[in-house]
């Protein structure tokens, strides 16, 4: 949300000049998806048909697994969860570690799916989802300018639903937008990526080889 994001982008920039490093030596750009659409209401139905075509039923269970670190294969993924509680010692799940605390993260998916009537997949659906900009291009493009305003990102990093060809939209319909705002560079002034991003250049201090 964008208060979190203030708070997190607030407390990781007031933690640099402790290391000597201006505000600016660093930038917070998460990543983000998006998905645009005539209307606020299209891009919606849209945003939901794109998340339920990226969590299939075998993606449900294996992200199930990851928070209750047990084999849960014998589970419909179009049924409830289950109602064995997670094992808490189980520190590592098809490869991945496992964030937070299972038991609460457990509660939480179960409090929800409860309220809502959710199977596992849906559930998952709901929970796991990156944090995404749906809207129409005016409305994407003003989200994202207010984030950078308010101290809540530096920029972004888009992560593109499909490939290739995932970014077109956004290159064509809200660029510039966001070059209208002045949010949004219109050619540029450097021929790295530091300097595109206005990072200073470290001062090399290895020995010659």
């Known amino acids: 949300t964008l208060e979190a994001g203030r708070e997190f982008y607030a407390d990781t920039k007031s933690r640099l000049a402790k290391y000597g490093r201006d505000p600016d030596d660093l930038k917070i750009m998460p990543g983000v998806t998006y998905v645009l659409g005539d209307s606020d209401a299209e891009a919606r139905e849209r945003a939901a048909e794109i998340r339920a075509q990226q969590v299939s039923p075998q993606n449900a269970i294996l992200a199930l697994e990851q928070v209750w670190g047990r084999d849960l294969s014998a589970y419909d993924p179009d049924g409830p969860l289950p109602g064995i509680d997670p094992d808490p010692d189980s520190s590592l799940v098809q490869g991945r570690v ?31 989802a990156r ?8 409305s994407v493009a003003e989200s994202l300018d207010t984030f950078v305003r308010t101290g809540a990102a530096d920029g972004f990093i888009l992560v593109p639903q499909l490939t290739p060809g995932g970014l077109d939209d956004f290159v064509d319909r809200v660029v510039p937008l966001l070059q209208e705002r002045g949010a ?10 530091r300097s595109h991003l206005g990072l200073p250049v470290p001062e090399w201090k290895g020995s010659a080889a």
Not at 99 to 128: F, H, M, N, Y
Not at 131 to 138: A, N, R, V
Not at 184 to 193: A, K, V
């Open 98 to 128: 496992r964030a937070g605390d299972p038991l609460a993260v457990a509660a939480k998916w179960r409090a929800l799916s409860e309220a809502k009537g959710l199977s596992i997949r849906q559930t998952v659906i709901e929970t796991t």
């Open 131 to 138: 944090q995404s900009f749906i809207g129409t291009p005016e």
């Open 184 to 193: 949004f560079r219109t050619e540029y002034e450097g021929t790295t990526l």
